[in-house]
């Protein structure tokens, strides 16, 4: 089966075809379909923005899509930035311009535990609809640590790893990331159906 993937973000496609590797026949990035267009998130929650992602693109495409949304909660500002990781600080998803506002926010706050949480949704043409969630729990640092990854990775410390996903090879992080157990979850529905 080939799999069309929405999103833009090359760092979430390079990790989206590293776990799901051989399974699916081809995995179509939108570039290589030659579909140019930013879905507007407007769902409320981590499952509907991954829907209405996964929906689009399969009415453009024509052909099953993978759609994933995640989102970092952080318990002291009452699960924020949330279905907002992205557009934290406004509307240019701008990755350096989030991090900061988030610890600026959390100034002076002791208890900085979060964890992120990924709504990976597969959507077919006949209509079948799939969803898999994953969540790996940690704290957010005082300053940011690490080169690698995206997003809040360098200032997101895993417990399960002792150190952030910034410091983290691909394969450390994606063995315990959110976005690998979701979609290793939904690789497993997957199987399931095909039996």
Not at 88 to 115: C, F, I, W
Not at 161 to 184: C, D, I, P, W, Y
Request: proline residues 1%; aromatic residues 6%; glycine residues 8%.
């Amino acid at each position: 089966m080939k799999l069309a993937i929405a999103t833009n973000n090359q760092h979430k496609l390079q990790e989206i075809r590293a776990i799901l590797g051989d399974s699916f026949e081809e995995l179509l990035s939108l570039k290589d379909l030659g579909i140019d267009v930013d879905v507007e998130e407007t769902g409320t929650t981590l499952e509907e923005n991954a829907l209405i992602k996964a929906r689009t693109i399969l009415a453009l495409s024509g052909i099953a899509t993978l759609a994933d949304d995640t989102g970092l909660m952080v318990d002291a500002l009452n699960g924020a930035p949330g279905v907002y990781s992205a557009r934290y600080a406004g509307e240019e998803h701008d990755d350096a311009k989030n991090r900061a506002l988030l610890l600026k926010n959390l100034d002076g706050v002791k208890d900085r535990s979060a964890h992120f949480a990924t709504v990976i949704a597969l959507c077919y043409p006949d209509g079948k609809t799939l969803t898999a969630t994953g969540r790996v729990d940690g704290e957010i640092l005082l300053s940011e640590r690490g080169t690698e990854g995206f997003g809040y990775d360098s200032l997101f410390f895993s417990t399960e790893l002792g150190k952030t996903f910034a410091e983290a090879t691909q394969a450390e992080k994606n063995s315990v990331s959110h976005r690998g157990r979701a979609l290793r979850a939904m690789l497993e529905l997957v199987k399931s159906q095909e039996r």
